[in-house]
């Protein structure tokens, strides 16, 4: 049986800790104290039959998410969905200031009321109506967002409907909860196809999409919002919205939130995340909006599964939104030129046929090689650049790449440049 290496940070010989704290420091620059109380032991045998739950594995074996490997040595990345951009000064003054001042306690469980107050003016905005703050819930980013709502909603069994191809976090949420996940192929403009949409949301519980999309980089329109309306009225069917993009639109016509077509605001979860419009990935905080029964059950899983919200991040959150006005247009405009630069570096390139760069900081071209979007992947980085596989997304996002130009102009220039040399020996 395989020995393992436990309680390596233990630095008494008292009785170990009913749980192993995971190590700070690389195991080679250890004291020689901790080395020296490094206990080798055999797994226990209800560790040795261990089987991760029903749940994970309904994830384990559904799930496209594939993990990339990092980005090292001369390899060029055009994979990452994260923007470049260092979160603006003030933010990162303001939370060390909330530092400074004791904000170091548990929030309230919703999130702090300040923030949520100055949330709820910003949504009744986007409403045309009074939001109450207490209809707010501060998450973990907008991935705690997204697993709050979805599983505060769907049970086992549940239908879920979800765009072909899309972001992946969405079916295997619905996958952890016990419901099914229903794909929905986008035409071929990677707009929704709405006669297909009208008869998958047939009986649906919920359905979940992002505006604009990962990975496509498509705006959804006003349009097709209200289309969808049209076939969801009368009916239970419940909405999640994930505008996590909203700021980044490059379309002549100015984005519309769910939240703003009548048909859809009350039956939507709005989900936001600072991550992409304020640079901050990192700090992990997000919010849910949405009719208040869906709020308080999806503040009932937040609770349940992460606490309270670190206060410092919250209070760093309200000056973003109070002063990045400035700093949102500045990333605006050096992604829409990334933009231009990419798409077209991308249409000179034989063989791919280039979606239409409307938002977010995607493109997810399709090309005409026989090779599937995972084995391209590899023959890519091969070839010096890193992209992700379209498959990734859905099985309609098979033989289509997404690539970010959330990254530098010569990364930009260079990965192109890669992709044409990838491609061009396929042909
Ligand atoms: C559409 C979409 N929603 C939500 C998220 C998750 O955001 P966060 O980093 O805030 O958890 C991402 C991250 O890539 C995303 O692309």
Redesign the pocket.
């Known amino acids: 049986m395989k020995a393992r290496r436990l309680f390596a940070n233990q630095t008494s010989s008292a009785a170990p800790p009913t749980q192993a704290a995971p190590s700070t420091q690389p195991s080679t620059t250890q004291p020689t104290t901790q080395i020296r109380n490094t206990m080798t032991l055999e797994p226990a045998t209800a560790v040795a039959h261990f089987q991760p739950s029903e749940a994970v594995l309904r994830v384990q074996s559904t799930s496209l998410r594939v993990q990339q490997p990092q980005s090292k040595g001369k390899l060029v990345s055009l994979a990452m969905?994260?923007p470049d951009f260092d979160t603006p000064a003030q933010v990162r003054a303001a939370a060390a200031q909330a530092l400074e001042e004791g904000y170091t306690h548990y929030s309230p469980l919703l999130g702090e009321p300040v923030l949520r107050e100055e949330l709820a003016a910003r949504i009744s905005r986007l409403l045309g109506g009074v939001a109450s703050s207490g209809d707010v819930l501060i998450t973990q980013?907008?991935?705690?967002g997204?697993s709050a709502a979805i599983l505060g909603i769907v049970n086992p069994g549940d239908r879920v409907v979800i765009p072909d191809p899309t972001?992946s976090?969405y079916a295997d949420l619905v996958s952890m909860a016990g419901g099914i996940t229903v794909p929905v192929p986008l035409a071929e403009d990677l707009h929704w196809d709405l006669e297909a949409l009208a008869s998958a949301l047939e009986g649906a519980k919920l359905f979940v999409f992002?505006n604009p999309s990962?990975p496509t980089g498509i705006v959804h329109s006003r349009r097709e919002l209200e289309a969808l309306a049209d076939m969801l009225e009368g009916t239970d069917t419940l909405v999640i919205s994930?505008e996590?993009?909203s700021d980044l639109v490059y379309t002549p016509e100015p984005f519309t939130s769910a939240l703003e077509v009548e048909g859809l605001r009350g039956r939507t979860i709005y989900?936001q995340?600072?991550?992409?419009s304020y640079a901050m990935?990192g700090w992990?905080v997000?919010y849910l909006w949405g009719p208040s029964e869906v709020i308080a059950s999806a503040a009932r899983v937040h609770n349940t599964f992460n606490g309270s919200m670190n206060q410092a991040v919250q209070y760093a959150a309200l000056t973003a939104l109070k002063t990045c006005g400035p700093d949102i247009e500045r990333m605006h405009a050096s992604y829409s030129l990334r933009r231009e630069l990419m798409a077209e570096g991308l249409r000179r390139i034989p063989g791919l046929t280039v979606s239409s760069p409307e938002g977010a900081f995607y493109l997810f071209p399709k090309y005409d090689a026989d090779l599937p979007a995972a084995a391209m992947v590899t023959h890519l980085r091969n070839h010096g650049v890193a992209v992700r596989p379209g498959s990734e997304f859905g099985s309609h996002g098979e033989f289509h790449l997404r690539l970010s130009y959330a990254a530098g102009t010569e990364a930009i220039t260079a990965g192109v440049e890669r992709l044409a040399a990838g491609l061009a020996e396929l042909r």
């Open positions: 969905g994260e980013g907008g991935t705690a997204l972001y976090l992002c990962n994930d996590a993009y989900c995340t600072f991550s992409k990935t992990r997000g």
